[in-house]
């Protein structure tokens, strides 16, 4: 799965023109989702713009609109909306597709705000749905049973400021605690802490990320089903 698209300094992550490489390389593409200040969804990583676009502000604080007007990594590329998204793709390869955590966000929100995009135009490709946030999955899941839905984590999912709570919190999830709660269809976990018991328990699809070089895929590739990757062509 093409972590982002297949992109590089031309085509820059979670552009249209990355999307469109991975689809003509005939690899599965992995992307992320975010509510816009208008309740719109758009297709782009960070909580904040400044990495891929010069502006300091977060992405959450713009309309859809707004965010048109930026540049991605100093090409033409625009940050697409999840609509754009699935209408480039259209079915020819299949998704994967990550909500970010979102502050104040529920699960039913977002889940439901998504679908209603699908049904929009109709979409009828594959497609999977991931989050760090267990919970956002499950409530995608309750939507749209017939959706796999699974949870991303690794081994270490607190820094040094966080709260007791959210320490406590990511705990649970980098040991997939909360696996019976949520009841996940895959497991999405960082390939570079490979193996884990909790990973290897686990009983159903396993996903590793982000593989970087054949050599961690060769790694990877012990341990899991299948990888998202970038900056090089993986197996397929």
Same mark, same amino acid.
Not at 134 to 151: Q, S, T
């Given at each position: ?87 480039? =793709? ?60 699974? =949870? ?29 709660? =949520? ?27 982000? =593989? ?25």
């Amino acid at each position: 799965m093409a972590h982002r698209g297949l992109h590089d300094e031309k085509r820059p992550e979670n552009s249209l023109a990355a999307f469109s490489v991975a689809m003509k390389a005939g690899y599965a593409i992995e992307t992320d989702v975010h509510f816009t200040k208008d309740g719109q969804i758009a297709v782009f990583h960070d909580d904040n713009l400044e990495r891929m676009t010069g502006d300091k502000r977060d992405l959450k604080d713009l309309t859809l609109a707004e965010l048109k007007e930026l540049r991605l990594g100093g090409t033409e590329e625009r940050i697409p909306s999840f609509e754009e998204f699935l209408a480039l =793709v259209n079915g020819k390869v299949p998704l994967l597709i990550e909500i970010k955590e979102m502050k104040g966000v529920k699960g039913r929100e977002i889940a439901a705000a998504m679908l209603a995009v699908m049904k929009k135009i109709d979409y009828r490709g594959e497609y999977a749905v991931q989050s760090f946030d267990p919970f956002y999955a499950k409530a995608y899941k309750k939507l749209c049973p017939a959706v796999p839905c699974g =949870v991303l984590a690794c081994a270490e999912m607190s820094k040094k400021g966080d709260s007791l709570a959210w320490k406590f919190k990511a705990h649970l999830l980098s040991r997939l605690k909360l696996n019976g709660l =949520v009841k996940p269809d895959f497991v999405s976990y960082g390939f570079w802490q490979l193996p884990q018991k909790c990973v290897t328990k686990f009983g159903g699809t396993k996903l590793a990320w982000t =593989v970087r070089s054949p050599e961690d895929e060769a790694h990877a590739r012990k341990y899991v089903d299948n990888i998202i990757f970038e900056n090089y062509l993986a197996k397929k």
